[in-house]
């Protein structure tokens, strides 16, 4: 199943099937950007207003996220603004024209220009409902296939930034444990150095200061242990590629996976005890943050 984005654009239009009672055309134009729901405004013509609820009915059951508009215009007679006038219309129009001057006298001809007016005028209105519901139709298919491909770049990106946080979380495994290792050293070498004087103040054992330098060194590992830290961000990037996979509605799901991420990276930065860590952390925090914007556009 695809990934969606929120963002694409179609247009589509529709033409009345012969014998509908004249020639006319629907257009239909659909814009949208991302939403936290379905927002839906349709822009249609006065004749088309009683299809609102279809449209919207229509619209909602293939999209399910996103700030959607929808414009629909009409253009019925063809590009002609003035068609040929039928026999029947001339020949009514002819008799009722004597039947007036025969009862008023005085009335005049019609013009040319008025007899045109008039027959165009009364041309039998054309029915568009389902004309617009099928231009619809279409410009909502397009608008799906162009937002499928939109969810694809997408996801190809995600996937990206994916492999490059598995990297930097590889670099980062093996720096604790020689943090670990050099600070230990470092608590000996100052425990070493005091105890010289230590031992001319007070008969303290060597031993005893020996053990508490490396009491010293253990809590200070606890304290900077990001392993726990690590796991978790290994699985969470584990679970957005397999919702990346398995494609659908997504986008809110990925979004809160993308706020545990930041969690992880700011607990890593916080606990970090050598550059390293920190460049690592801070590099992190710039791929997660290019990752939760792009989540705000999947449907």
């Not at 980062?172 to 608590?187: G, H, K, S, T, Y």
């Not at 070493?192 to 230590?198: C, I, P, Q, V």
């Not at 860590?277 to 925090?285: D, N, Q």
Request: hydrophobic share 45%; net charge negative; with cysteine.
């Amino acid at each position: 199943m695809p990934v969606y984005s929120m963002t694409g654009y179609a247009a589509a239009a529709s033409d009345a099937p012969s014998g509908s009672g004249g020639a006319a055309t629907v257009s239909a134009e659909l814009r949208s950007v991302n939403g936290r729901f379905l927002d839906l405004s349709l822009r249609v013509p006065d004749e088309l207003r009683a299809l609102e609820p279809a449209l919207r009915e229509l619209i909602g059951q293939a999209l399910r996220r996103g700030k959607v508009e929808l414009r629909l215009a009409t253009q019925q007679g063809g590009t002609d603004p003035w068609p040929t006038p039928g026999t029947d219309q001339l020949s009514r129009l002819a008799r009722l024209e004597s039947h007036v001057q025969g009862w008023l006298p005085q009335a005049r001809g019609l013009s040319v220009a008025e007899v045109l007016q008039w027959c165009r005028g009364s041309a039998p209105v054309v029915d568009l409902a389902e004309t617009a519901l099928e231009a619809t139709r279409r410009c909502v298919e397009g608008l799906r296939e162009a937002r499928a491909r939109e969810g694809q770049r997408l996801a190809a990106m995600l996937l990206e930034r994916v492999e490059q946080l598995r990297t930097l979380a590889a670099r980062a495994q093996p720096l604790v444990p020689q943090v670990v290792e050099r600070q230990r050293e470092r608590f000996l070498e100052r425990w070493h150095e005091a105890l010289g004087s230590a031992q001319a103040a007070a008969a303290i054992p060597a031993q005893a200061l020996q053990e508490r330098a490396l009491n010293e060194a253990a809590a200070f590992a606890l304290r900077i242990d990001v392993a726990e830290e690590l796991t978790r961000l290994a699985s969470h990037l584990d679970e957005i590629e397999r919702l990346l996979t398995a494609g659908g509605e997504l986008g809110k799901r990925l979004d809160f996976l993308i706020q545990e991420l930041q969690r992880e990276a700011n607990t890593l930065g916080s606990k970090s005890a050598a550059l390293e860590l920190t460049g690592i952390s801070v590099e992190m925090k710039v791929l997660i943050e290019q990752m939760r914007e792009q989540v705000q556009n999947i449907e």
